[in-house]
């Protein structure tokens, strides 16, 4: 196309827009002025999709929840229509169209994954709440296409790993920096703490979760990064965002975040002494059944604990074991009882995924009522990522979940140990730590369901993916399809 065409359609193409404003103003359709944006969007997720994925991890630290956009549905905007989109467009470029290198599908973990998947769906037709079943599948199988599946095809480039990583935790690092702005203006009080984060984040319990699963790879950034090959700035860099993400985290206030950061000890521990995961489950199995044989004494214990949360932090972080009057912990032994009710009545199938929210109330136990228990049951899920399937797909829920993590561990643990490079070794360490403050997390919350943590859920496993699937070749070996 010659210079003279090209002005032509520039000029027909302002005027058509310039049009459309005049209308849309005239008759308020104030959408119109987004279909530039739109019309890029859709460019880009044609032309270099890989873009549009690392566009898309930008803009979820940054996204706000609006409720009752559509049909009472709330929305995370702008990200979620845009995963939305990218979803439908995967779907007919790389499985319809067979552009997909189907050879992701056939590691452990996306066996795994597939597994939980086509459980989930199974019981969405069993569920008592159908459609919201069918919702959850739903958005349960977007954030796995787009963050898991494409990501892994985008990670075999190794520089797209970093630039995911580092996509989320720049904004990320803004809206730190301006929660303790605002945070300072109230004298760091823990009581404006729970909700000082928002827009950007709707409650410090999330927040906190994405802190801390950034906090062990940038501590192995600053420590390994000459061996990484990251560059000066990009060590110097690590530090800088690390101790402002430790700061955050230390003044969300936020117990499982900071009791996260154990969990990763732990296990960096553990990497240190080369344990394999098997020695790793044998300890759990045994720590599991000493807690299971004493529980009774256990519990006496822990409600001796008269600590309340709300005394500082020495005292906020006492009161993480305190079932005696801790409201907020009480109120999540009153969950997970309703979640353990429910599944003896329903060990196979559970009541449905996503239906805890709306049959867990005749399922509360007297003896765990707080003063914020309903008996309408509408105040949100188990608080568990390990009690919510359990109780809304059952058992087999759990256990391929469980799956996935263990395909996951036993795949990175087998990258750390025998890694072929130095840089393969230091990042599958700081992923798999970063996943583990997750999963510890996930004892006392869950937020997989949310895009802020969706995104580094199944992009982090993703990654490991990736690694195991493509990196650990020697260069050149094996034949890599190209994302576009």
Not at 134 to 141: A, G, H, P, V
Not at 229 to 250: D, E, K, P, R, Y
Not at 398 to 406: D, G, M, Q, R, T
């Amino acid at each position: 196309m010659n210079l003279a065409a090209k002005n032509k359609w520039f000029w027909a193409s302002g005027i058509v827009f310039i049009l459309l404003n005049c209308l849309g103003i005239a008759f308020e359709w104030y959408w119109v002025a987004a279909l530039p944006g739109l019309a890029a969007l859709a460019l880009l997720a044609l032309l270099k999709l890989d873009s549009l994925i690392i566009i898309l991890v930008f803009l979820v630290p940054l996204s706000i929840n609006v409720e009752n956009v559509v049909l009472g549905l709330g929305l995370s905007l702008p990200v979620e229509p845009m995963i939305i989109g990218v979803f439908l467009l995967v779907i007919y470029k790389f499985i319809i169209d067979g552009e997909y290198d189907f050879n992701v599908l056939k590691h452990p973990i996306s066996i795994a994954i597939l597994i939980n998947l086509a459980w989930i769906l199974f019981t969405c037709f069993t569920s008592q709440e159908k459609v919201v079943s069918i919702k959850f599948f739903l958005s349960r199988s977007w954030f796995l296409l787009v963050f898991y599946f494409l990501g892994v095809v985008l990670f075999k480039n190794f520089k797209n790993i970093y630039a995911y990583l580092w996509a989320y935790m720049i904004p990320l690092a803004a809206v730190i920096i301006v929660t303790l702005i605002k945070h300072s203006n109230d004298n760091f009080s823990q009581i404006s703490s729970f909700e000082i984060m928002a827009p950007f984040y709707i409650a410090h319990g999330i927040y906190a979760a994405a802190i801390a699963f950034f906090i062990p790879l940038l501590f192995l950034f600053l420590l390994f990064g000459f061996r990484m090959n990251l560059n000066f700035l990009t060590v110097i860099g690590s530090g800088g965002i690390l101790a402002l993400f430790v700061v955050g985290l230390i003044f969300s206030y936020t117990r499982a975040g900071w009791v996260s950061l154990l969990a990763a000890a732990v296990l960096g521990i553990a990497i240190i002494f080369r344990l394999r995961l098997w020695h790793m489950l044998v300890v759990l199995a045994i720590g599991v059944s000493f807690i299971a044989v004493n529980f009774d004494d256990i519990f006496f214990q822990l409600y001796q604990n008269k600590q309340n949360s709300a005394e500082g932090f020495e005292k906020h972080l006492e009161s993480v074991s305190n079932v005696r009057n801790d409201v907020s912990n009480l109120e999540r032994v009153n969950r997970w009882a309703a979640a353990i009710n429910m599944v003896k009545e329903k060990p196979l199938v559970g009541f449905g995924p996503g239906a805890y929210s709306f049959t867990y109330a005749p399922y509360q136990d007297p003896e765990f009522e707080t003063p914020i228990t309903t008996a309408f049951g509408d105040q949100g899920h188990a608080h568990s990522e390990y009690l919510n399937p359990l109780s809304e797909s059952g058992w087999l829920g759990l256990a391929s979940f469980l799956l996935i993590v263990f395909a996951t561990f036993h795949t990175g643990l087998k990258l750390i140990y025998r890694g072929r490079t130095a840089q393969i070794r230091i990042l599958s360490a700081g992923i798999l730590l970063g996943l583990i403050t997750y999963l510890a997390h996930g004892l006392l919350n869950a937020y997989s369901e949310q895009d802020k943590i969706a995104v580094l859920l199944w992009g982090f496993i993703g990654m490991i993916t990736a690694l195991d699937l493509y990196h650990q070749k020697e260069e050149g070996e094996g034949e890599l399809k190209e994302l576009n």
